[in-house]
């Protein structure tokens, strides 16, 4: 348990950023979900309008440092790849 006052608003501050962190994180991956089911259901105007949607929380997730760059790029890459391949398919 926090014994100085300093490490007592730590641990309010942490359980503050914790929950924040847990909606935003929920929010990133409501959106990938969007994409994969508009992929499944071959749509590819909702998938790329999903995609579209997706895109900017997913970099803002990165600026907030709740995902790594690397991950999120990863993500992208990966969605925009099932998409294009929704055409030849």
Not at 2 to 17: C, F, M, S, V
Not at 26 to 44: C, E
């Amino acid at each position: 348990m926090a014994n100085t006052a300093q490490a007592r608003k730590r641990a309010r501050q942490a359980q503050k950023h914790r929950a924040h962190n847990a909606s935003r994180r929920s929010l990133l991956r409501t959106r990938i979900r969007q994409v994969l089911k508009a992929i499944q259901a071959g749509d590819q105007g909702a998938a790329r309008m999903a995609y579209a949607q997706a895109v900017p929380i997913i970099d803002k997730m990165v600026k907030t440092d709740l995902v790594h760059r690397n991950k999120a790029d990863r993500h992208k890459a990966r969605l925009n790849a099932r998409i294009k391949g929704m055409a030849t398919a």
